[in-house]
């Protein structure tokens, strides 16, 4: 398959910008600007910086520039005071087992 750019990399670069730090508000971001939020975390031993998109019930939307990797993780926890802490422990080990 031809690989094709469908998302221009200025505007990824754009929301990567660090524009509001939230990083003593919110246990899993740093910034947030744009919609989208910021974090740089340390799994499974390696540095990664990375942009998500959070919705309703744990549903978040990953971008991970630097390894050209774009991850879709839906959950049903609408309502629930764990929906976002369980997405992001699955994030976790996704992350943890990138080479």
Known sequence: MEDIQIINPDYIK???NKTFNISNDNP???YYGMMWYKSHRTFGGKDIDYLFASGN???HLIVIP???IVIALTSSAYGQRYAHRRSYNILSKVLASLE
Do not use: P, Y
Request: no cysteine; proline share 0%.
């Open 57 to 59: 019930g744990g549903n």
């Open 28 to 30: 899993f971001a740093d």
């Open 14 to 16: 754009k929301l990567s």
């Open 66 to 68: 630097d390894k050209g």
